[in-house]
T-cell receptor, first 117, second 115 residues
Framework: AQKVTQAQTEISVVEKEDVTLDCVYE???????LFWYKQPPSGELVFLIR??????QNEISGRYSWNFQKSTSSFNFTITASQVVDSAVYFC??????????????FGKGTKLSVIP | NAGVTQTPKFQVLKTGQSMTLQCAQD?????MSWYRQDPGMGLRLIHY???????DQGEVPNGYNVSRSTTEDFPLRLLSAAPSQTSVYFC??????????????FGPGTRLTVT
C-alpha cells in the first residue's frame, strides 16, 4: 500500500515570505513518481511538477523549488517570495505500480496556503 | 485539444435518484479514472480503467459503477444517490506508458449535492 502525508493542514504567510510545504510518502516500490498539484480557489487541479524515483536532483522553476530526498521519503515544495496568487490548496501525490499494467495515484490530504497581502 | 471534459458542472439530486457523470478526453489516453474530493480528505480514487473494456475499483468504489466502451469516454454512474455522495468529482486521464511518468490530466470537476 502507498501513502502520502501532508502534515500541514493550513499555513498562513505574509506576502514576500518564503514558505515550505512538507510531503512524506510511503511505498514499497522502487520505481515511482511524485507530483505536486495546485488547486486555486476556482477549483481546477493544476499540475506543477513530476519527479521519478531515480532522479533526486532538486528542481527550481522561478519562485518554486522542490527538494526530493529518498533517504527521508520526502518531497518538499518551497515557494520563495510568496505572492497572493499563490494562495491555494497544494496536493502532493505518489504514483506507484498497482498491477494489471497500471499505476495508481495516491494523494495527500492537501495543504491550504493563504498568502496575506 | 479540449483535454478532459466533464458534464455537468453542477448537479443537485434527491436521495435515491440515479444519474451519470460524463467524462471525455481527446488525447488518446489509455488510462482514465474518477476521484472524489471531500473537505480535509484530499482526492480519493473511485474507479479506474487502463483501456477500453477494462475497469477496476479504487479506494472508495461503493455506490458507483463505471464502464469503458471507448477510449474517449468514461462515465460514472450513481445508481441510487445518497447524501454521503455529496462531493466534487474529478475525472482524469493519462498515458499508461512509463515514459510519460503517468502525469494525469484532470477535468474541471462536477459539484454534486444529494439532498
Amino acid at each position: 500500500a502507498q501513502k502520502v502525508t501532508q502534515a500541514q493542514t493550513e499555513i498562513s504567510v505574509v506576502e514576500k515570505e518564503d514558505v515550505t510545504l512538507d510531503c512524506v510518502y510511503e511505498t514499497r516500490d522502487t520505481t515511482y513518481y511524485l507530483f505536486w498539484y495546485k488547486q486555486p480557489p476556482s477549483g481546477e487541479l493544476v499540475f506543477l511538477i513530476r519527479r521519478n524515483s531515480f532522479d533526486e536532483q532538486n528542481e527550481i522553476s522561478g519562485r518554486y523549488s522542490w527538494n526530493f530526498q529518498k533517504s527521508t521519503s520526502s518531497f518538499n515544495f518551497t515557494i520563495t517570495a510568496s505572492q497572493v496568487v499563490d494562495s491555494a490548496v497544494y496536493f502532493c501525490a505518489l504514483s506507484a505500480y498497482s498491477g494489471a499494467g497500471s499505476y495508481q495515484l495516491t494523494f495527500g490530504k492537501g495543504t491550504k496556503l493563504s498568502v496575506i497581502p | 485539444n479540449a483535454g478532459v471534459t466533464q458534464t455537468p458542472k453542477f448537479q443537485v439530486l434527491k436521495t435515491g435518484q440515479s444519474m451519470t457523470l460524463q467524462c471525455a478526453q481527446d488525447m488518446n489516453h489509455e488510462y482514465m479514472s474518477w476521484y472524489r474530493q471531500d473537505p480535509g480528505m484530499g482526492l480519493r480514487l473511485i474507479h479506474y480503467s487502463v483501456g477500453a473494456g477494462i475497469t477496476d475499483q479504487g479506494e472508495v468504489p461503493n455506490g458507483y459503477n463505471v464502464s469503458r466502451s471507448t477510449t474517449e469516454d468514461f462515465p460514472l454512474r450513481l445508481l441510487s444517490a445518497a447524501p454521503s455522495q455529496t462531493s466534487v468529482y474529478f475525472c482524469a486521464s493519462s498515458y499508461s506508458r512509463a515514459s510519460s511518468g503517468y502525469e494525469q490530466y484532470f477535468g474541471p470537476g462536477t459539484r454534486l449535492t444529494v439532498t
